[in-house]
Structure formats: structure tokens, C-alpha cells
């Protein structure tokens, strides 16, 4: 018997489900391959679970552990919180550990843990970031997560695909963040329906492994369960570099025939004509081109969080701020993802071009973006690089928090108001 | 009684896309639930933790829980005593945390038509919503293992079962 044309998602799936085909609607259960939690929704929410039911932990090899929510600890609660995660490491023996080494989303793949093919559960909503290394990972709460610790498995209704198809190539200046806050400003937070989004075409296949982190990471930001990217050389050049083992890859893409699938949605961008895009307060989804929000003053300019202080970022950013200072009265904040991303900036002296223009360097840590650790005074007006920009998000309910690329964050700093920062790049032109 | 049914629940109206971060704020996070709790929606809505009360409703608009994973953005409606919430739509993340810790969601695309005050009666396995004067809003139907787990009390209740059986939870 032949299997029937599928996407991505539903291959995924059906080989963690083992089974040769699954349809769209259908409720399966999965084996899980990988789950990772931090410390805010990991030990200190399992732990006393666990107690409860006398179980133990299925497979530690299959649990990563990162701490970076609570970390550096400010008071008595975060000390609390990140003891409990480093007490039940050590008792467990956890093999995956990565504690201030920076954010679950960046250390966990950059470690080689995420491989394509695989299925993988998260105790964070951003944890789709899995999706851009071609494995099926979404996000789960930490009661759902004491279930896939104590059983190794999880239910999931098989999804619909919404293909996100960018044509062409983006122009300098603009990323994958901008095509991010593009699409959710058109579709909304829930357009994703929490069917598995794909996204595809030249203009994906030419960005950057950090860059496609960005694009899966904020399919959480759509509504969608996971957010794929079919692996292709750039992957497995990433893996190789992290020296995860080879993997087959020749059948992990939609095929052609499940495109015309009616559970199977495509929608064409054309990435040349896209511009730089700003998110205003307090929804991801009010994002429109960065002309409408040219000239609006900002106290904070904040270059942080898993989609927004990669090194790819930090370059960004640097290369607009190289030479310059940020505008009196600014502050710049820059917190890298990742401690790795952190000594990579440092060796390229993009730390300092970023120092000498009067940035302040934060922890490799959540940081600012979820206000559990540094958090942002009230009526402050914060340009960010991070993914989620509701109210009180940063601490303060009276905050305005605007969402943009690293690019268009640096150039706003430099000007002190909101700024495209193309403007910038042509002064930067020969 | 059972978790999928109530009858005179006194309806809190709330409007669209009310955020995780709206129900569980990131300050309070650092505690335990009945702190949290004591902050929910304080940004949109200040006056509900102090005044909801054991088996009223949340009627809210499309979108319901979009955001984190954060599960006690639904734990705190468990603990104020929420009896249900009825939206439009869900965020898919919020919908499945709201079963596994106990709490009974009703995607009901007529929710819009439910007043602030409004004493309503819903049955999940029937799949309704019925208001005051008698009028009948239908429901999404729900997965029947997933109405299992809102009358266990949620997964944990439902493992402990699994793993100890012939305990209560």
C-alpha cells in the first residue's frame, strides 16, 4: 500500500506516532524525543508533582534542563526558584544541564540537541524555535510536561499546514523579524489556528540558522503549534559545526501532491517589497511598516530575548551603531541570547563597537523581556527586539513597548525616536 | 455535580485577546498561585480577583489566553473558583494547560451575545450554553477524554489515579 502525499508536519508526526501516514483532525499519541523546560516552568513545578505521585523521570538523556528565567538571581523567590532547579538537577542526574549559559531556545540548539526529524516538547511557549532545524516542537504547560516526564508521550489532533511562501530576497536592512511582525500583523495573534505553520521559498532558504530560530520562535506570536522549516545544507552545516550526528533529510519536506490537500493553506509574500516593521503597543499584531511610527520618542532601546540578541542580531545592530553614540537620554540595553553568541561578538569586537556607542551589557538571560528578572519602570517607552510585547510584559503595565528588528532598534537608539533604519544605512553608503 | 455542567453562573464579561500575560502577570510569577491569583487581569479588569466568586463564568471575546505557556494563567481562574470560561476562540497552547489543570473552556462562537451579569447554564457534553431567557448557544464539541480529565480535577488527578489506584486525589 502506498502512503498518501503529506506535508512536513504530518510526516513529523506520523513517524513520532509510528505510523506510516497521519490525516489532519486525527488525535494521536507521540513519542517524544526531547523535552526541555527552564527553571521558571520546570523543577520547581515538577518537582513537588512528582513527589505526589511517587513516578520517576522516563528517560533523563531525553531532558534538557536550561536555567535563564531567574537568573542572575535579584531576590529572595528567584534564589528559591533557581536552587530548587539545581538541587532536582543533581539529584536526578541530569546529563543536559545548561545553568546562565543563556536562553532555552538558543543554548538548546546550539548545543546540537534539536536535530531534524524529531519530536519535541518545550516548557515554554516560544519553544516552536525547534521547528527551523525541521523537527515538530511546540510549546506545553508544566502539568502536561509532568505527563511526558512520567510517560514519555503526549496527544496531539494532527494539524492543518498554512505554508508561508516568501519569494525572493530580502533587502538590506530588512530580516526575518520584520517578516514576522509582516505576517502577524496580517493574520492576527490566532491566525495560525494552532496548525503547524511552515515557512518556505527562496527568501527563507537563503536566511541565516539564527534567522530562521526568528521566524519559527514567533510562530508562538500566530498561533500556530509549530512553525517549520524544511532542513536543508544550511542545517546540517550548523549541526555539523555543534557535531550532532548526520541525519537523513530527503524525505523531511511537503510533498508537492499535499499542497492541494484542502488541510493545506498557502500564502505568497514577495520579500523585496517587504520593509522594516514595528510592532506597537500592546499587541504583537499591531505591526505596520516603520513609517507610521517614524519620529515617536523612546526612553529604552532594548536588544534582547531568543528572537532578538543572536549574534546575527548583535551584528545588526552593530552595524549601524559602529562609529556612533546613542542619543542623550537614551538608554541601550543589550542583553546577547546566549553566552556562546556572546564570546562569538566579543572575538568579532562587535561587543565593543556596540560598548563604545553606550550600550550597557545585561546577563545572557531572559532578562527585561518577560519582567521576571530586569524590569522596566513605568511610562517608559521601550523599542525591543524581543517577541511579545503585551501589557505589562516588561514589568510595568504603564510601559509602551514597540517591537522591531535589531536594525531598526539600533537606528531608534541613535536618533532617539523610532527611526527606519535604512536612513541610517544610506548614510553609512559610499 | 459535575465540572462540565453549572446552572445560575453569573457571567464577568471581558473583551477580545485577553493575554496570558493579562491573567498571570510576569511580576507576580515569582510566587505561588494565590498571589498570582490576587493580580489576575488587574491589568484590564482590576476589580475581578476581589470580586469573582466560586462558580461564576468568564465571558470573553476571540482569542482567549493568547501568550506563554505559563498553565497558571489558567490555575488562577481554577482558583478563584471559575467555574468555566466562554469564548469564541482559544489560543491552542491556553486551551490545552486550561484541561490539564482542571479548568473547562466552551468555544462558543455566539459568546458575544452573553451580558456583563448575565446567570447562565452550560453542559459541556452537550455542547451548549443556555442564557437567562432561555435562548441555546451551541458549543464546539469537545474530545470526550479531554472532559474526562476537567472532571478528574485535571492530568495530575488523573495520574494519581494511574499511578496509585484506589486513592482519592
Request: with cysteine; net charge negative.
Amino acid at each position: 500500500m502506498s502512503v498518501a502525499p503529506q506535508t512536513l508536519a504530518q510526516k513529523l508526526i506520523a513517524r513520532a506516532a509510528g505510523k506510516d501516514e497521519v490525516r489532519p483532525g486525527e488525535i494521536v499519541n507521540c513519542l517524544v524525543d526531547l523535552a526541555m523546560f527552564h527553571d521558571s516552568s520546570g523543577p520547581r513545578r515538577l518537582q513537588p508533582m512528582l513527589q505526589a505521585l511517587g513516578a520517576s523521570v522516563w528517560d533523563t538523556s531525553k531532558i534538557v534542563l536550561v536555567m535563564d528565567h531567574y537568573v542572575p538571581e535579584r531576590d529572595e523567590e528567584s534564589r528559591r526558584i533557581v536552587r530548587i532547579a539545581r538541587d532536582w538537577a543533581r539529584d536526578q542526574h541530569l546529563p543536559h544541564v545548561y545553568d546562565s549559559q543563556g536562553i532555552c531556545h538558543v543554548v538548546v540548539p546550539q548545543h546540537g540537541h534539536i536535530r531534524p526529524g524529531m519530536f519535541c516538547v518545550g516548557g515554554d511557549s516560544h519553544s516552536p524555535t525547534g521547528g527551523a532545524f525541521g523537527a515538530y516542537m511546540f510549546g506545553i504547560g508544566s502539568t502536561e510536561m509532568l505527563g511526558v516526564v512520567v510517560t514519555g508521550e503526549i496527544w496531539l489532533r494532527v494539524p492543518g499546514t498554512i505554508r508561508m511562501q516568501w519569494d525572493g530576497r530580502l533587502a538590506p536592512g530588512v530580516v526575518a523579524k520584520d517578516m514576522m511582525l509582516h505576517m502577524i500583523g496580517r493574520f492576527g495573534m490566532n491566525g495560525g489556528r494552532y496548525q503547524a505553520v511552515e515557512f518556505c521559498g527562496d527568501a527563507v532558504r537563503a536566511l541565516s540558522m539564527a534567522e530562521r530560530m526568528t521566524l519559527s520562535n514567533m510562530s508562538a506570536e500566530l498561533g500556530a503549534q509549530a512553525g517549520l522549516i524544511a532542513p536543508d545544507e544550511t542545517t546540517m552545516q550548523w549541526l555539523a559545526a555543534t557535531g550532532a550526528p548526520p541525519v537523513d533529510i530527503a524525505a523531511l519536506h511537503t510533498d508537492e501532491e499535499a499542497i492541494d490537500a484542502p488541510s493545506c493553506e498557502t500564502h505568497r509574500f514577495e520579500a523585496a517589497a517587504l520593509e522594516p516593521y514595528v510592532a506597537a503597543p500592546h499587541s504583537p499584531a499591531n505591526a505596520r511598516g516603520v513609517g507610521h511610527f517614524q519620529g515617536t520618542p523612546v526612553d529604552v532601546a532594548y536588544i534582547g530575548a531568543c528572537t532578538g540578541a543572536k549574534l546575527d542580531d548583535l551584528r545588526a545592530a552593530a552595524q549601524l551603531l559602529r562609529g556612533r553614540r546613542v542619543a542623550p537620554g537614551v538608554r541601550l540595553m543589550v542583553a546577547p541570547a546566549s553566552l556562546k553568541d556572546q564570546e562569538a561578538a566579543r572575538e568579532e569586537g562587535v561587543l565593543q563597537v556596540l560598548t563604545d556607542a553606550g550600550a550597557q551589557l545585561f546577563p545572557t538571560a531572559c532578562g527585561a523581556c518577560a519582567g521576571y528578572g530586569e524590569t522596566l519602570g513605568d511610562d517608559t517607552t521601550v523599542i525591543s527586539s524581543t517577541a511579545r510585547n503585551f501589557r505589562g510584559r516588561m514589568g510595568s503595565p504603564t510601559a509602551q513597548v514597540y517591537l522591531a528588528s535589531p536594525y531598526t532598534v539600533a537606528a531608534s537608539a541613535l536618533r532617539g525616536v523610532i527611526t527606519d533604519p535604512r536612513e541610517l544605512m544610506r548614510e553609512l553608503a559610499p | 455535580m459535575s465540572a462540565s455542567r453549572a446552572a445560575g453562573a453569573r457571567a464577568w464579561r471581558l473583551g477580545a485577546d485577553v493575554d496570558t500575560d493579562a491573567l498571570a502577570p510576569g511580576h507576580a510569577m515569582k510566587h505561588g498561585i494565590e498571589v498570582i491569583a490576587a493580580h489576575c487581569l488587574e491589568s484590564v479588569r482590576p476589580e475581578f480577583a476581589a470580586g469573582v466568586r466560586p462558580g461564576d463564568v468568564v465571558v470573553a471575546g476571540p482569542n482567549f489566553g493568547i501568550g506563554s505557556s505559563r498553565e497558571q494563567a489558567a490555575s488562577v481562574l481554577v482558583h478563584l473558583g471559575v467555574a468555566a470560561v466562554v469564548a469564541p476562540s482559544f489560543s491552542g497552547l491556553y486551551f490545552r494547560n486550561a484541561f490539564n489543570v482542571g479548568m473547562l473552556l466552551l468555544t462558543c462562537a455566539e459568546a458575544g451575545a452573553i451580558a456583563e451579569g448575565e446567570r447562565i447554564a452550560f453542559d459541556a457534553r452537550a455542547g451548549r450554553v443556555v442564557r437567562e431567557g432561555g435562548e441555546v448557544l451551541a458549543c464546539e464539541p469537545i474530545a470526550g477524554f479531554l472532559l474526562d480529565m476537567v472532571e478528574a480535577g485535571g492530568l495530575l488527578a488523573q495520574l494519581q489515579q494511574r499511578f496509585h489506584p484506589g486513592t482519592s486525589s
